[in-house]
């Protein structure tokens, strides 16, 4: 039987019978995949450490017999992520991507970009050179745009007008239109409104390629704008629910 090699992150594991494991990978050249880990349970010896969440690793793999799973022959660690595993926001930050991804990709469906996105954040979260917030914000603005789902934040979605002649302090956002309008088109209010400047930032965050999406400031205030907003539109586009997400509010208001 042919195998497989690729880059992979591991997105999910779970028990299965006494001695094996299932093991959900977002591979780079195959997509999502679930493989079966066998002995992964019960020795150590054969997967050892390699099989922890979010880590990066070099999987080979072969198609299972007939219907049945993938089964995973080796994996070794390119890189561990330890920190992202010992911090408790950082484990919720990465839990939450990897829910999204897991969600939203079909089993097999090649996404290489949104596999060099996840581990560019990854290798990020896990330096932790830049605010762990920050770079949430960044990772779904631009799975959004991967994903076709970019807000429209230049123009009113109904009439057109450029953002910089929108009257008024607070701009409002219509999660129905996708995208911001103007107080003259605006009815009935139903959406979410913030701070001009929040709009600029996340506009640039939306359109800069990643390495200099990553050079983004945001005042305090802002920065809570853009979460509440990338958090609330990401939940509306996908339209599922994410344990993951409701874990991370949790925490982020017990402190
Ligand atoms: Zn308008």
Redesign the pocket.
Known sequence: MADFSTQAIVLRTVDYSDSDKIVTLFTSGYGKIAAIAKGAKKSFKRFGGTLELFSLVDVVWSRGQRKGLPVLKEATVIKPFDRIRTDIFKTAYASYWSELIYKWMEEGQRHYSSFELLTHVLCSLDKDEIDDDVISILFQAKFLALCGFSPNLER?S??Q?PLDAFSGRLIEFSFKKGGV??L??LGKKGGMSFLRGTVKQLLWVFNAPLNKAFRVRFSKKSKEEAIRFIEAFVTYCFDKEFKSLKFLRDIRGAT
């Open positions: 009113c109904v009439c007008k309008i103007c003259e088109c």
